[in-house]
């Protein structure tokens, strides 16, 4: 039930985002080529959005069913967090967030996962850190080393999670 409302909550927002950016253009704002623009934009990101909503949500029944298989490969995950941070620079950018590392990592770490994964996870937690962070704030990425597992460690001085939906 929790996670039917989350899927539909998710979903509402890019569609009712879309159809605001079609029904705007449609009452007369394609004639002003500043605003058809930037609402095609729009819509093509909020489409996007979606897109990514649905890989999820296949994703999902992929690993409900057991097809789901993980694509394990070694690579330094410093340098896949370096790329994660350079793909949400500009919107930090915007936000005046800073985003760094905790400490020196120049040796690297390797690791043994799957890398597309492990980048679409990192990237959501730091995504969340700009889109919830304070204005002017810091997102923090560390690395702890417990011999077999490397635990990823992103923090920021944003609002925090509800303690109510700490749960979830």
Do not use: C, W
């Not at 996670?3 to 002003?32: A, M, R």
Request: hydrophobic letters at 35%; a negative charge.
């Amino acid at each position: 039930k929790d996670f039917l409302g989350n899927v539909s909550h998710e979903l509402k927002t890019p569609i009712f985002n879309i159809q605001g950016y079609i029904l705007t253009l449609l009452e007369g704002g394609i004639e002003d080529n500043r605003v058809n623009k930037l609402y095609l934009e729009r819509a093509e990101k909020s489409t996007g959005r979606l897109i990514s909503i649905v890989e999820d949500l296949d994703a999902i029944a992929r690993l409900e069913s057991g097809e789901f298989k993980l694509n394990l490969e070694s690579f330094n995950l410093v340098k896949a967090v370096e790329e994660v941070i350079e793909d949400q620079e500009m919107q930090a950018r915007q936000h005046n967030i800073k985003i760094g590392f905790d400490g020196n990592y120049n040796k690297g770490i390797k690791v043994k996962a799957d890398r597309k994964r492990m980048l679409e996870v990192i990237g959501n937690l730091i995504n969340n850190t700009i889109k919830y962070g304070k204005e002017g704030g810091k997102t923090t990425i560390g690395f702890n080393d417990s011999g077999e597992n490397i635990l990823v460690d992103i923090t920021d001085n944003g609002i925090g999670i509800d303690e109510k939906d700490l749960p979830r």
